[in-house]
């Protein structure tokens, strides 16, 4: 017994020394690691230690430990136990493992709770097993709630600060990447989602290029927007000049200048492509990811910080001129500017080739006018030769400074001749004459870089059934050819085959229509733009496919995202306390924006798509000039269908084409002109059914108990487009109502004939003889009337000499369209002018009838009259 106990004490005492060892061990090599890792940057995230999840997982032993090793920390140090766990092979748990695995394994149900932190404390080796991706890989990013799941992230400090939010520096555990974490406010008691955060969030989601900072996570939940993208440590400023002299820093070599200009452009060139303006383009925003600062061969340049991304169109429309660094602001900004194009990223593309070349920055100005007058030192003054438009900017003034052109080798020494050529191009003065970002590419200066991948993508459309007339006119610039290839790609990928009224159980077709009245109403009471209301109504028609919502929440889905859609695209956009006095205060800015998190978490922030208007822009500005009033006409038409739920199964372009071309033809005459089908790539094959089906609404526009369109298009500054009436109502309508004009018209002048034939004979209809002929009279004047406007509307085409005969002999592709519509055209007519015969026949009969009629009554009544007089 007593040598029992002593033995027992034996151990007990070697234990207690072992743990001694193992807490000294962690404290001598540890000590510059984090004990327990802080997670939230700004506040402490308490994890539930209670809850174990249990789960089944399987583990691989982490790369580069043997199966032999133990578990504890400090491997050959002497102080360390010697004890080893027997290579024991337990069946219990279903596979082989060795000593490593049986740790992961115990500690995969720890990885929820705070325990695996304690964990870290028992050894080194422990806490390097505990960083393991493979043992936090089944960590998911957020949690149910939408919040970010901060388990399997690792703050690592601040990495800077801005106005827009500040960025953090946090290594993923499920991955083991370092990643880069912007955290933005979002103000629950203002506007909720910042607008810059929403462009650029909306814009990265739709691009995706090597060179450029690509989205690898966000998360809005509890008021609060994080980011997260891949980390860079070194931008080109600090490449360049890391020290901020103001004297100069380091002068790259031209083939390292090319190769980092190639890939700016490159990236640049995506961007302009969709329609995109990063306007804030300078060093500090250029990520250089390389190894080593010395080694820039093999670096990777990337665009990062979109806060001040556009979304541009056509037409080219009106932006705020508080953008872009004041160093590498282009100088029709500088001249008051306000719509810019493109080109104002070329400019600062130019001012940073220069930088990198001569190592510091090319225009350093303290102001606007300051930086005017080293624009023009350096590269003289502007005159009408290199900029027609200068003397009628809204900053042009009269005392401006003569400065001569400089000799360019002087200014660039370190820059060749090709160089030179290209940034002359880069930083010319007129932003329609300075050069693109393809063009660019193409410039011989990049002789030696990889060729550029072709730009006009092909559009697969077998899949939707249309037939692709590839057709290019030779001068449609290659900006538009490409913005449209863009726009055709974008709504391949987001469309499909919407029909959420079959689910939505309280919501039917007139109440989107009267949602869409009434964004439309308030799009036009606070003069926002017009593609607002269509943003809008496409983000409630992709919120309703996924989301089930009650008829008292339909109004206030379509302001949420009428909210959502003026911060990406007005300039000033509207509040939500407008939004909520717009509805009556049914509902309050608080129900807004929790309905702009459930909104934007829904969509996924994939706000920059493709909508009807934007096809109806691009085909006129690809066409040849159009009347305005046909324009307007297309524009009233694109609204109306926008109203209609059945037009969500058609692809945006092809609603637009069909707007158009209902347009044309009825007031030009011309349905498929050749430079719309060039322009579309839609053959009438393509549109037919759709095209009915815009005939249809436009006809019985009048018969529309919804006003706020017809209205908006009874201006003048309109051209009254709800005054042109269809062309030819080419559908059964027609002549089902002319069918039924000509049966109330025999009809009418039958009972008519009738009671001027017996009314005589029977005592009874005698009243209704007298006082039925008026009014029979009146009403048959009346349909005689009417089908005599009814011919006139339908020989209106033959008329004005436009006729579909006409456009058959200009083009042959549409040959079916024009005989078939010419053949309903004609057999409408025949119908019509056969009614009209009938009326005035039946017309001349009753009339003579009635005077035979009349005569012979008189003699019938003297006969009887002379008869009673002889028998008295």
């Given at each position: 017994?007593?040598?029992?106990?002593?033995?027992?004490?034996?151990?007990?005492?070697?234990?207690?020394?072992?743990?001694?060892?193992?807490?000294?061990?962690?404290?001598?090599?540890?000590?510059?690691?984090?004990?327990?890792?802080?997670?939230?940057?700004?506040?402490?995230?308490?994890?539930?230690?209670?809850?174990?999840?249990?789960?089944?997982?399987?583990?691989?032993?982490?790369?580069?430990?043997?199966?032999?090793?133990?578990?504890?920390?400090?491997?050959?140090?002497?102080?360390?136990?010697?004890?080893?766990?027997?290579?024991?092979?337990?069946?219990?748990?279903?596979?082989?493992?060795?000593?490593?695995?049986?740790?992961?394994?115990?500690?995969?149900?720890?990885?929820?709770?705070?325990?695996?932190?304690?964990?870290?404390?028992?050894?080194?080796?422990?806490?390097?097993?505990?960083?393991?991706?493979?043992?936090?890989?089944?960590?998911?990013?957020?949690?149910?709630?939408?919040?970010?799941?901060?388990?399997?992230?690792?703050?690592?400090?601040?990495?800077?600060?801005?106005?827009?939010?500040?960025?953090?520096?946090?290594?993923?555990?499920?991955?083991?990447?370092?990643?880069?974490?912007?955290?933005?406010?979002?103000?629950?008691?203002?506007?909720?989602?910042?607008?810059?955060?929403?462009?650029?969030?909306?814009?990265?989601?739709?691009?995706?290029?090597?060179?450029?900072?690509?989205?690898?996570?966000?998360?809005?939940?509890?008021?609060?927007?994080?980011?997260?993208?891949?980390?860079?440590?070194?931008?080109?400023?600090?490449?360049?000049?890391?020290?901020?002299?103001?004297?100069?820093?380091?002068?790259?070599?031209?083939?390292?200048?090319?190769?980092?200009?190639?890939?700016?452009?490159?990236?640049?060139?995506?961007?302009?492509?969709?329609?995109?303006?990063?306007?804030?383009?300078?060093?500090?925003?250029?990520?250089?990811?390389?190894?080593?600062?010395?080694?820039?061969?093999?670096?990777?340049?990337?665009?990062s910080d979109f806060a001040l991304v556009r979304a541009t169109g056509i037409p080219r429309r009106t932006y705020t001129m508080e953008v872009v660094t004041l160093w590498y602001r282009p100088p029709e900004i500088l001249m008051g500017v306000r719509s810019y194009s493109p080109a104002v990223d070329i400019w600062s593309i130019g001012c940073i080739f220069a930088e990198m070349a001569q190592g510091k920055p090319l225009f350093t100005g303290i102001s606007e006018i300051d930086q005017l007058f080293q624009i023009f030192s350096k590269l003289s003054t502007p005159t009408r030769d290199t900029w027609p438009e200068f003397t009628t900017l809204p900053n042009y003034g009269f005392d401006f400074p003569n400065w001569k052109r400089r000799p360019w080798a002087r200014l660039f020494p370190n820059i060749s001749d090709l160089g030179l050529d290209l940034l002359s191009k880069l930083l010319t003065y007129n932003p329609d004459e300075r050069i693109s970002a393809e063009s660019a590419l193409r410039h011989p200066y990049f002789s030696g870089s990889h060729a550029f991948p072709t730009l006009l993508p092909s559009i697969p459309m077998i899949n939707m059934g249309f037939t692709l007339q590839r057709v290019y006119e030779s001068n449609i610039p290659e900006h538009i050819n490409l913005f449209h290839s863009y726009l055709r790609d974008s709504e391949l990928a987001l469309w499909k085959d919407i029909k959420y009224l079959s689910r939505q159980k309280t919501l039917r077709p007139i109440h989107r229509s009267m949602l869409v009245d009434w964004l439309i109403?308030?799009?036009?009471?606070?003069?926002?733009?017009?593609?607002?209301?269509?943003?809008?109504?496409?983000?409630?028609?992709?919120?309703?496919?996924?989301?089930?919502?009650?008829?008292?929440?339909?109004?206030?889905?379509?302001?949420?995202?009428?909210?959502?859609?003026?911060?990406?695209?007005?300039?000033?956009?509207?509040?939500?306390?407008?939004?909520?006095?717009?509805?009556?205060?049914?509902?309050?800015?608080?129900?807004?924006?929790?309905?702009?998190?459930?909104?934007?978490?829904?969509?996924?922030?994939?706000?920059?798509?493709?909508?009807?208007?934007?096809?109806?822009?691009?085909?006129?500005?690809?066409?040849?000039?159009?009347?305005?009033?046909?324009?307007?006409?297309?524009?009233?038409?694109?609204?109306?269908?926008?109203?209609?739920?059945?037009?969500?199964?058609?692809?945006?372009?092809?609603?637009?084409?069909?707007?158009?071309?209902?347009?044309?033809?009825?007031?030009?005459?011309?349905?498929?002109?050749?430079?719309?089908?060039?322009?579309?790539?839609?053959?009438?094959?393509?549109?037919?059914?759709?095209?009915?089906?815009?005939?249809?609404?436009?006809?019985?526009?009048?018969?529309?108990?919804?006003?706020?369109?017809?209205?908006?298009?009874?201006?003048?500054?309109?051209?009254?487009?709800?005054?042109?009436?269809?062309?030819?109502?080419?559908?059964?309508?027609?002549?089902?109502?002319?069918?039924?004009?000509?049966?109330?018209?025999?009809?009418?002048?039958?009972?008519?004939?009738?009671?001027?034939?017996?009314?005589?004979?029977?005592?009874?209809?005698?009243?209704?003889?007298?006082?039925?002929?008026?009014?029979?009279?009146?009403?048959?004047?009346?349909?005689?009337?009417?089908?005599?406007?009814?011919?006139?509307?339908?020989?209106?085409?033959?008329?004005?000499?436009?006729?579909?005969?006409?456009?058959?002999?200009?083009?042959?592709?549409?040959?079916?369209?024009?005989?078939?519509?010419?053949?309903?055209?004609?057999?409408?007519?025949?119908?019509?002018?056969?009614?009209?015969?009938?009326?005035?026949?039946?017309?001349?009969?009753?009339?003579?009838?009635?005077?035979?009629?009349?005569?012979?009554?008189?003699?019938?009544?003297?006969?009887?009259?002379?008869?009673?007089?002889?028998?008295?």
């Open positions: 017994m007593v040598s029992t106990s002593t033995n027992r004490r034996k151990r007990e005492r070697d234990v207690s020394m072992h743990s001694t060892d193992s807490y000294l061990s962690h404290n001598m090599y540890d000590t510059d690691e984090e004990k327990v890792p802080v997670i939230d940057p700004s506040e402490r995230v308490e994890h539930r230690s209670t809850k174990i999840v249990r789960r089944e997982i399987v583990i691989a032993s982490p790369s580069g430990m043997d199966d032999d090793n133990d578990c504890s920390a400090g491997g050959d140090d002497p102080r360390t136990n010697k004890l080893v766990l027997p290579e024991t092979r337990p069946h219990h748990l279903g596979f082989d493992v060795q000593p490593v695995d049986i740790i992961l394994h115990v500690f995969s149900f720890l990885v929820y709770s705070d325990d695996v932190y304690q964990m870290q404390l028992v050894s080194k080796r422990w806490r390097e097993l505990t960083s393991t991706p493979s043992l936090w890989r089944m960590l998911p990013d957020v949690t149910a709630d939408g919040s970010i799941n901060w388990l399997n992230f690792r703050n690592l400090g601040i990495k800077n600060k801005g106005t827009e939010g500040t960025c953090y520096r946090c290594f993923q555990r499920s991955t083991g990447r370092m990643l880069a974490m912007k955290r933005a406010r979002v103000f629950p008691k203002g506007e909720g989602v910042p607008y810059y955060m929403l462009r650029e969030l909306a814009v990265l989601q739709g691009i995706k290029h090597p060179n450029i900072a690509s989205l690898e996570m966000i998360s809005l939940a509890n008021d609060e927007l994080h980011v997260f993208f891949p980390f860079v440590d070194k931008t080109l400023h600090e490449i360049i000049n890391p020290t901020s002299d103001p004297n100069g820093g380091r002068i790259l070599p031209e083939h390292q200048v090319r190769r980092f200009l190639h890939q700016l452009l490159d990236a640049i060139a995506h961007c302009h492509r969709r329609g995109v303006l990063h306007r804030n383009l300078k060093p500090k925003h250029l990520l250089i990811d390389t190894d080593s600062p010395d080694e820039l061969d093999n670096a990777e340049l990337r665009i109403e308030v799009v036009d009471v606070f003069e926002m733009c017009l593609r607002t209301a269509f943003l809008a109504v496409h983000y409630t028609d992709r919120f309703l496919d996924t989301v089930m919502v009650k008829k008292a929440m339909f109004q206030l889905l379509g302001a949420t995202c009428l909210h959502v859609a003026s911060k990406c695209e007005d300039v000033s956009y509207i509040g939500v306390e407008d939004l909520s006095m717009c509805a009556d205060n049914v509902y309050t800015s608080v129900d807004v924006l929790k309905m702009e998190e459930q909104l934007l978490n829904t969509l996924n922030f994939t706000l920059a798509v493709p909508t009807v208007l934007d096809f109806l822009n691009i085909y006129q500005k690809m066409m040849p000039p159009l009347q305005k009033r046909t324009a307007m006409l297309a524009q009233y038409l694109a609204e109306l269908a926008l109203q209609e739920y059945r037009f969500l199964r058609y692809l945006p372009s092809c609603v637009a084409t069909c707007c158009l071309s209902l347009a044309l033809y009825s007031i030009e005459g011309y349905p498929m002109t050749p430079e719309l089908q060039a322009a579309s790539r839609y053959a009438y094959a393509d549109l037919k059914e759709c095209l009915v089906k815009l005939q249809d609404v436009y006809s019985s526009a009048h018969m529309n108990l919804l006003t706020v369109v017809k209205k908006r298009y009874t201006d003048v500054d309109r051209c009254q487009a709800l005054t042109i009436l269809p062309a030819v109502a080419v559908t059964r309508s027609v002549g089902l109502a002319l069918l039924v004009l000509f049966l109330v018209t025999a009809v009418i002048s039958i009972m008519y004939a009738f009671l001027h034939t017996v009314g005589e004979f029977f005592p009874c209809l005698n009243v209704l003889q007298r006082h039925g002929s008026k009014f029979f009279y009146i009403l048959h004047i009346g349909l005689v009337a009417a089908t005599i406007a009814t011919i006139s509307i339908l020989l209106e085409p033959f008329l004005v000499g436009t006729n579909f005969q006409r456009y058959c002999k200009a083009n042959a592709l549409d040959r079916n369209l024009s005989s078939t519509s010419c053949l309903k055209l004609q057999g409408y007519t025949v119908i019509a002018l056969m009614a009209l015969t009938m009326e005035v026949g039946l017309s001349v009969y009753m009339l003579v009838l009635g005077r035979r009629i009349s005569k012979k009554h008189v003699a019938v009544y003297a006969r009887l009259v002379k008869a009673r007089k002889k028998n008295y």
